[in-house]
């Protein structure tokens, strides 16, 4: 359970990932949770449960806080581009272009909601370690910036890209020798991972873009890992990139981007003690102008790819409490209307959650409980013993630093629908994903001929 702190006057007003709350968090005159002015339990009564709810403020802050840091750190130019995997919506991108952000995209689809949400296309870098050509030519007649992971990527391009157009703008991914876990890091030589160039491929790669007429390559990306609470591995990074800038501009790339990704850790529990997005921003900053300034190198234009640390403390998540069942000695149960259709990352990463019933956010704890989702998978479970105070069937159950990697990486398992998702602010709620129906999910299903007539 939270302290009053968190909600009110202990936060962090200028780095949102320090609370997992979000920044417009208050308490009403009776007691409850307000975000964005509105009242939490009127949003659940309006919109119904489980109800993912986004705060317009916290999010302009936490772009903010990017764009300003990466200024006053920075003497090159700068651009921040939001990592959309975090959370692909159409008011999410239109929220991060009017904050003057780029944005990373990893599929066609995410491509689609950036064009369609109005971000710039020259802002916008595509990923992946398997593109298909489809999603190859979209970005390169749209202007996107491509991002080379691997062989495949050049051959493709090299094949679907007509001689005599204009080159495609490139950017080229390596794996740096950088590995984070949560809370530590290791440097190795060589990585065990799908994404990018191995070191050792940089050279004879950047020799081939350089005979290829096809390409224009501008920039080089690394991105080292999530939820990261150290600063010294982007410390690391910052030093192994300047050295690959240096190496492709003798090769004769033209290179003015260097894209260090994304990766800082958020709050999600109140032990967490992440750093500030101005730190970030700040060893980021400093270690690309030292590193380029020993080597007499021209500053590059620097991009950074932040996802979670711009919209996972924005967020929450509202559910209603419902079946109880208690096993004396072992646990207590309390289900909830979601699960992990809709917050899917307990289940994968066993991730932990902050929670507070929303009429009452202080109440002192009176037991330990365990709040589960409905689907039917023992492992479904939100939030593992934690304390709890008294509560009731249909109360509402708020759900912590759920705005990033809940909503995107959420199923319809057991055919649930997705819930809504409205953003907060100054009092308004409005929808910006509507609930999806349970008829919905049947819209692409199909019943052959064949197996209507043997009915
Ligand atoms: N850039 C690249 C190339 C990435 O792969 C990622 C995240 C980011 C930027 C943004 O990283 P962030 O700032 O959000 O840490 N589903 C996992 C997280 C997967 C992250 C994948 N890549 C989770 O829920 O924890």
């Not at 690391?236 to 190496?247: G, N, P, R, S």
Request: glycine residues 8%; aromatic residues 6%.
């Amino acid at each position: 359970m939270a302290n009053r702190n968190q909600y009110e006057s202990g936060r962090d007003l200028l780095s949102p990932n320090k609370n997992f709350a979000p920044i417009t968090s208050q308490i009403d005159d009776q007691g409850s949770l307000m975000v964005g002015e509105c009242n939490l339990n009127c949003l659940a009564e309006r919109y119904g449960t489980p109800l993912y709810v986004l705060d317009e403020v916290t999010i302009r802050i936490a772009c903010q806080a990017y764009r300003e840091a990466l200024k006053k750190y920075y003497p090159g130019p700068s651009l921040a581009l939001y990592a959309s995997k975090a959370n692909s919506s159409l008011a999410i991108s239109c929220l991060v272009a009017s904050e003057g952000l780029g944005l990373d995209a990893v599929s066609e689809g995410e491509l689609l909601t950036a064009f369609k949400g109005g971000v710039a296309s020259e802002n916008i870098v595509l990923h992946g370690n398997n593109k298909s050509d489809q999603e190859l030519l979209l970005a390169y007649h749209n202007g996107v910036t491509i991002v080379i992971d691997n062989q495949n990527d050049i051959d493709r391009l090299a094949e679907i890209i007509p001689s005599e157009s204009p080159p495609a703008k490139l950017m080229l991914r390596f794996t740096p020798g950088i590995e984070c876990h949560t809370h530590e890091y290791i440097r190795t030589g060589h990585l065990d991972s799908k994404f990018g160039f191995d070191p050792d491929q940089l050279e004879s790669v950047l020799v081939q873009l350089k005979a290829a007429k096809w390409a224009s390559l501008n920039g080089l990306h690394a991105h080292i890992g999530s939820q990261i609470f150290e600063l010294k591995p982007h410390d690391d990074l910052t030093e192994v990139m300047v050295e690959a800038l240096a190496l492709a501009r003798r090769i004769g790339h033209p290179v003015e981007d260097l894209n260090v990704g994304g990766g800082l850790g958020i709050r999600y529990k109140e032990t967490d003690d992440p750093p500030s997005i101005q730190d970030w921003v700040k060893v980021i900053a400093s270690g690309v102008k030292e590193a380029c300034q020993s080597r007499n190198l021209r500053l590059p234009r620097l991009l950074c790819e932040p996802g979670r640390s711009l919209v996972a403390n924005a967020g929450l998540t509202l559910y209603r409490l419902g079946a109880r069942k208690e096993i004396p000695g072992i646990r207590t149960y309390i289900s909830v209307d979601g699960g992990m259709s809709d917050n899917p990352r307990p289940i994968t990463y066993q991730s932990c959650y902050s929670a507070c019933l929303v009429s009452r956010p202080f109440a002192p704890p009176q037991e330990k409980i365990t709040i589960a989702g409905k689907h039917c998978e023992s492992g479904d479970i939100l939030l593992k013993d934690i304390d709890f105070p008294s509560s009731s069937t249909g109360d509402v159950l708020a759900v912590f630093g759920t705005g990033a990697y809940n909503a995107s990486m959420g199923s319809n398992y057991n055919r649930i629908p997705r819930p809504a998702a409205v953003i907060v602010n100054k009092g308004h709620a409005d929808l910006v994903q509507r609930r999806e129906r349970p008829e919905d999910l049947l819209q692409y299903d199909v019943i052959p001929d064949r197996l209507i007539a043997l009915g």
